[in-house]
């Protein structure tokens, strides 16, 4: 049985590492979605869909878990998006989601959709990360290791903070 | 003489049927632009394309109006939006709107815009059916006994239900 | 019951007709897609989806044939065609079409297909048609009458002509 | 040597003019983004991009300047974006922006990045440039006087304000 | 007086700059459209549209003609193509073309169209010139001198060459 | 090292899998990208992006090579082409292609590009491939084991002749 969990993982964090844990008791393989994956370089998505496919692929290397990390971009057009995303993925048979968009636009698909149990959702959560990051203040011990290392190298906190630079004067136009 | 209104029909209420019933004495028939088209499953536009299309027709097969419902797309450049509209109806001689910009788009363009007369515009109102929808309140009566069927039939106000249920934690992605 | 066709209808003619009357014997309501819909002003496709809208409209409401005429854009991406025809559309219980495409795509969602009988299939062509124009052959007799009016209204045969004087020296650009 | 700018210019004013004038200095050649060139007709954006080539360029022609205006629309995925700019513009060599996004997108790329000084940045803006124009206050003073020619010719006061009639009912569809 | 001219430009040659000479004794300004302005690196629209704009510019620097270089993007959907050219350029008052497809949609909204007289169309064609390039038979008699250079700047030729290797085994995916 | 390939993998064969296997003895990890993602069920491109990443993984787990399989869209726009292939994709440092403008456009951005070794064209070719199965041929030893047995279970050779059983009378619409 194969699973579908979607999540824009910005970054990818232990909340996330949990969760796919636990599913992976439940399904033989899970499609990683990765949500809205044209986006990155803002404060609320820094990190391209490549990055973020490597903070996965390096973090899941580690255990035995069959998966596959894909990119999905918004396309702003709920009633397609269901199709859209079946066009990217292997066939799978249930959806983990907490989301009740999700959730409807799946099972009015005919869907088995559960909600997946989350942890500690007040620090392992994205927003939070990136508040600690731009603040100085620690994030490393709320990411698997090896998302230390992505960021790392590709210097995700010193692009998150120029970003914050913002004068208010005008957007990128 | 042919005529343009342009809604998003969120859903298609009895103030949008008075307008058209009052409209028809003006011209002989009427294109009902469906606007937002793409959109759908949200708490601001919970219905599709096509559902929209069946309240509307449902309600007006009882009238004697000539009328050709039309899907309408978002653009997001409102330089071309009137050639857009253009292309995908019959030609016609006149506007009704109560929007400014729908009015500057066409009067740009050589159109004779006309304001509508709108019927108790604090009930019959997309806004506020929907928020009794959400809230159990009678809504009813606010729309005609055709868009109570097709609403029952799609178990619309059970789709709306369910997308209000955000728990605020993350996006669709 | 409801039923989906597609078609070009560049332009709406005799063949089409005979299908949809022989088609609302079966079915109670007849949803008619406008293919192609963002297409016009080429020797292939010279109508705009309105004018097409305006053929159809203009034709049936001859007869007692609940329809709806509905403008559907090509995509380019197949497995996402069939959600975004139903995003558009009333839902139907069966798709009629005689083109390999269509059928794969709707039975792999589950639909039941049937194949129309065509009429005549060598003179109720739009090519034959579009072809008949451009060499001032007849081809009155080969649509509806109501279409003969809307063409000539439009001055679609003129339009064609003036399509067809390529100096076969450059493209639009 | 070539230099950069982007800016959404409405409409242009003298601020952005000393800009220019100034890098002038540096460079031999200025390429000009017009952003969000798929913008107008909205109180944030009342002009087309044509007609801000058209301000930009009789202000410029007084000058001894070379200088390419170019429509830059916006993408909405930042890691394309620099490509995105770099295939519509001849090539150029440093970059001139205090936008945080635009700084970082083109550092990553490997440009060079400069900060304009900018003047009077409380009256040289088109946010208050349009308030004024809202508001019956004179503004003609805040931009060069080529501008104020192009924008009485396009009545683009005219057009503000009638933007600005919004009943707070509906959006455009 | 202000005119509207397309083309695609791969390369700008004499032909089109004698075109345009000829144009500016009938109007006061030029508006250059670069169409197909997304196309690049293929045997038949080798060059970008900063690349395109850059030929135009360094060639009309030298005569006193007032020209707007704009890049247009290929939109397919011919009906509402006027309108997107139109957002993109200082409104003008004639077209030149001598293609069909861009007479009639500038004809159908009321353009005055006329065909420019060409020089030397098998020589003076985009054509020809690549063709050349690839035979390494002489071609910069058929350019402007500022062509020439700006084709070397940029490896012009190279890049054709290289594109021209195909193995005819696979396309780009 | 972490090396890029593209293809489109329609079906995923072979000589496919000869070249990435040779590619492992050069670097470390290996980004394959699944080309015209958006593409499906044509007699050219019968299988979705999905179905092709299912291929592909399932065949790849067999050895000890680090991969990641991510598709890529087209998007007709070749001079930001690379940029959107990196903004999908983890980092690489060098490009393994046979075809000369996936060459020319990556060298334009500074990568290395390498020509891989491909084994036995004739046979192992998606062309080839296809038309075996369309004619009742032996293909399945041509693909790897675990890529029969995912046609076999989407039922692939079916879909393939059922899309060429066109009456040649219409396309899609």
Known sequence: ???FIIGRFQPFHKGHLEVIKELSKDVDEIIIGIGSAQKSHTLEDPFTAGERILMITKTLSKYDIIYYP?????IEFNSIWVAYVKSLTPKFDIVYTGNPLVRVLFEEEGYKVKTPKFYNRKEYSGTEIRRRMLNDEPW???VPDEVVKVI???KGVERLKKLAKSDKYENKT
Request: charge should be neutral; avoid cysteine; charged fraction near 45%.
């Open 1 to 3: 049985m194969r699973g």
């Open 70 to 74: 894909i990119p999905i971009r918004d």
């Open 140 to 142: 490393e011990h709320l």
């Open 152 to 154: 790392k190298e590709i």
